[in-house]
C-alpha cells in the first residue's frame, strides 16, 4: 500500500485525528442568515391575507427557501411558472401555513450547511503557512527556484495547469505546489459520510490523480470518513484497487512534500 495512505488510515484510527483535523476544516456553523427586512414585511404581510402566489413571490426571493422540494428551483429559476402551476402554488403554500410564520422565518434565516462552507477552509489553512512555506501568487510562484505553493482561485489553478503542466482534467485543482524541484497538484476534499454527493466528492478526487499525460505528482488529499477501517466503499478503494496511488490526509501532506 502506498506509504502516507498507510500513514493516514494509521493516524486517523490510533491518535487525536479528528481534534488535529479541527485545524484544517474549522467547520464552525455561521450565524443565521440575515432576512431583509422589507422583504419579510411583504411575507408577513401575505402570510395573513392568505395570498399566495404573492408568499411564494417573496420567500423565493430570500436566500434560503423555508421548505425542501423539489420544485422550488425551477421556481426560482422561472418566475411565470407561478401563475401557471396554481396547484403546485397551494400545495407549496399549505405547507407553509401548516408550520406557522415563526417557523417559516426560522427556517429561511437558518445558517449554512456546515459541508458547504468547507470548500475554502483547505486553503485558508495552506495561507497559515501550514506546509512551512507562505502560498505566492503566480508571478511570484513562477520565479521561485525554492518551495513553493500556489496562492490562486480555481480558475486561475486550472489555467496554470493547463498552461505549464498538460493538465487536460476538467476539474479543479485546491493544490499546486513546487517541492525539491518537481510540481505536485491535487484535490483536497473533506468527506463526511458515506454515500450520494460524498461518494461523487472521492470520485472528483480520485479522477485527478488518474489524469494521465500530466507533468505533476498527482495527489488526492482526502479526509474524513474515508479512513474509516470497515467494509465501506471508499476503505475498499483506497486499500483495494487505489492502494499504490498517492492518497493522504492533509495532516501528512507537509511529510510528503518534503520529500517527493
Known amino acids: 500500500m502506498n506509504h502516507w495512505t498507510e500513514l493516514s488510515i494509521e493516524y486517523a484510527n490510533q491518535r487525536s485525528y479528528l481534534d488535529d483535523l479541527f485545524q484544517v476544516y474549522p467547520t464552525i456553523p ?20 392568505r395570498d399566495n402566489l404573492a408568499l411564494l413571490e417573496s420567500l423565493l426571493k430570500c436566500a434560503l427557501f423555508p421548505i425542501k422540494d423539489s420544485y422550488v428551483a425551477y421556481l426560482k429559476r422561472d418566475k411565470e411558472a407561478l401563475k401557471r402551476n396554481p396547484t403546485t402554488v397551494d400545495r407549496l403554500c399549505g405547507r407553509l401555513y401548516e408550520m406557522g410564520l415563526d417557523k417559516v422565518y426560522l427556517r429561511s434565516s437558518e445558517p449554512k450547511e456546515t459541508n458547504r462552507q468547507i470548500g475554502p477552509l483547505f486553503k485558508r489553512w495552506l495561507r497559515k503557512k501550514s506546509i512551512g512555506v507562505e502560498p505566492v501568487k503566480i ?18 489553478m486550472m489555467t496554470f495547469a493547463r498552461e505549464h503542466l498538460n493538465y487536460r482534467h476538467n476539474k479543479g485543482l485546491d493544490f499546486i505546489g513546487f517541492f525539491n524541484g518537481k510540481y505536485v497538484i ?14 461523487a466528492q472521492f ?31 471508499m476503505y475498499k478503494e483506497i486499500t483495494g484497487r487505489l492502494r499504490d496511488e498517492n492518497i493522504m490526509s492533509a495532516l501528512v501532506l507537509r511529510e510528503f512534500l518534503y520529500q517527493v
Open 203 to 233: 470520485n472528483d478526487a480520485i479522477a485527478t490523480i488518474k489524469t494521465s499525460g500530466v507533468k505533476a505528482i498527482t495527489v488526492a488529499i482526502l479526509d474524513g470518513v474515508v479512513y474509516i477501517k470497515g467494509n465501506n466503499k
Open 186 to 199: 491535487g484535490e483536497a476534499k473533506f468527506l463526511t459520510d458515506f454515500g450520494g454527493h460524498q461518494n
Open 139 to 156: 508571478e511570484e510562484f513562477l520565479k521561485i527556484k525554492g518551495n513553493a505553493i500556489l496562492d490562486a482561485s480555481d480558475k486561475e
Open 30 to 49: 455561521e450565524g443565521i442568515r440575515d432576512v431583509d427586512i422589507k422583504l419579510w414585511e411583504n411575507v408577513e404581510k401575505a402570510f395573513k391575507n
